[in-house]
T-cell receptor, first 117, second 113 residues
Framework: DTGVSQNPRHKITKRGQNVTFRCDPI?????LYWYRQTLGQGPEFLTY????????KSRLLSDRFSAERPKGSFSTLEIQRTEQGDSAMYLC???????????????FGEGSRLTVL | DQQVKQNSPSLSVQEGRISILNCDYT??????FLWYKKYPAEGPTFLIS?????DKNEDGRFTVFLNKSAKHLSLHIVPSQPGDSAVYFC????????????FGTGTSLTVIP
């Protein structure tokens, strides 16, 4: 399977605990995005990486959130001291940016659903 | 501030008929638009895209129309099939930066057999 892979698919945790999600993008893609989706909403941008560099972070990404992409391949999203409001689907997407258009299509993983009790 | 809007939360269509899903945007810097389909408990799946240099793009049963002056795009599905039942999201990005993709809130399509 050469799609975007995310794990775990589901995580249930107690408020105050830390959680970490992993994303393995499509190997030839040069950008990796993290989005969050709650019920009845579309995906909301959190952050993105160009290779290993984190180039942009949303205001939604509080200090409790940190994302890394240490070798420009897989990425992790860690949430510290989780709160009930963090309950959501966390989506990872990767994209091959085309030089001639400076854009392309996002390919999403199946998401990691977080439930904070 | 919702820059991409899908004002119809749901749509029901008979099998074989046309489904038309609408999307409006407010940012004139957007010039690349995409439609995604999402089944429950899965990530969104790319369907079709269009750049602002075109006003129509077709791929099989799916056609996207772009009206730049109205800042409006639509997705037509003809003929609709029960397997098309899903939530459809439109997305937009400013291609000169290609950084953020902004998504609408989705339209839930039900195709009735």
């Amino acid at each position: 399977d050469t799609g975007v892979s995310q794990n775990p698919r589901h995580k249930i945790t107690k408020r105050g605990q830390n959680v970490t999600f992993r994303c393995d993008p499509i190997s030839e893609h040069n950008r990796l995005y993290w989005y969050r989706q709650t019920l009845g909403q579309g995906p909301e941008f959190l952050t993105y990486f160009q290779n290993e560099a984190q180039l942009e972070k949303s205001r939604l990404l509080s200090d409790r959130f940190s994302a890394e992409r240490p070798k420009g391949s897989f990425s992790t999203l860690e949430i510290q001291r989780t709160e009930q409001g963090d309950s959501a689907m966390y989506l990872c997407a990767s994209i091959l940016i085309l030089a001639e258009t400076n854009t392309g299509e996002l390919f999403f993983g199946e998401g990691s659903r977080l439930t904070v009790l | 501030d919702q820059q991409v809007k899908q004002n119809s939360p749901s749509l029901s269509v008979q099998e074989g008929r046309i489904s038309i899903l609408n999307c409006d945007y407010t940012n004139s810097m957007f010039d690349y638009f995409l439609w995604y389909k999402k089944y429950p408990a899965e990530g969104p799946t790319f369907l079709i895209s269009i750049s602002s240099i075109k006003d129509k793009n077709e791929d099989g049963r799916f056609t996207v129309f772009l009206n730049k002056s109205a800042k409006h795009l639509s997705l037509h599905i003809v003929p609709s099939q029960p397997g098309d039942s899903a939530v459809y999201f439109c997305a937009a990005c400013p291609a000169n930066t290609g950084n953020q993709f902004y998504f609408g809130t989705g339209t839930s399509l039900t195709v009735i057999p």
